[in-house]
């Protein structure tokens, strides 16, 4: 489905709505072009510039909801190109699995993706995350990444904060 872009979308980031392919991905692991049974955007966010200079991410944008989202509740799919490279020097890049034949797959949405990259760590900012990574398969067995409401709502106007983990703010250091 084709969508106009989000308000505040940075010209050098190309905005997408379905997964990207690198060449790096091999075929057996590339969808057969069945639909989500999720849907990939989200229409209840907005990005948004930070401007607190008490965020640890001042200066860059956030993403936050634009109604209140229900507990355990769908917010958005992860997407941006999957790949099986290394890509650590990467800020937008997370691993999606590891195939049994022990391929790593990753999403890197830094160059590619959806509002979802604009998702923030609650590092700094709340005690917790308010959302967090859910794996799920399309119906046509595709593995994506989406990313979930925890067990409260999360009010209209907050900030959706999940854990990168803390692997990832290791590779950081
Ligand atoms: C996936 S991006 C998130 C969106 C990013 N803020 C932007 O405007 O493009 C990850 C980057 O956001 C920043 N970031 C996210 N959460 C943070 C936090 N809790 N503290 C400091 N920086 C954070 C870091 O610069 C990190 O490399």
């Known amino acids: ?19 990207r392919y690198h060449s790096s991905v091999p075929a057996s692991l590339r969808t057969n072009g069945a639909p989500p049974s999720l849907p990939t955007h989200a229409i209840n966010v907005r990005i948004k510039p930070i401007t607190d200079t008490d965020h640890p991410a001042c200066g860059q944008y956030g993403l936050f909801t634009h109604k209140k989202i229900p507990p355990r509740s769908h917010i958005i799919d992860y997407i941006g190109e999957v790949h099986c490279q290394e890509r650590a020097e990467s ?7 590891r195939s049994q034949d022990g391929v790593n797959v990753g999403i890197d949405a830094r160059d590619m993706g959806n ?4 998702i923030n760590d609650y590092r700094g900012i709340q005690d917790k995350p308010n959302a967090e990574f859910v794996e799920y398969r399309t119906a046509g067995g595709e593995m994506r990444m989406s990313i979930w409401t925890k067990e409260k709502a999360i009010r209209k106007g907050d900030e959706i904060l999940v854990s990168y983990g803390k692997p990832w703010w290791r590779g950081r250091q």
């Open 1 to 19: 489905m084709s969508r106009r872009k989000p308000l505040q979308w940075p010209t050098s980031v190309q905005f997408i709505t379905s997964p």
């Open 91 to 97: 800020d937008y890049d997370l691993s999606l699995y």
């Open 115 to 118: 509002e979802s990259r604009f």
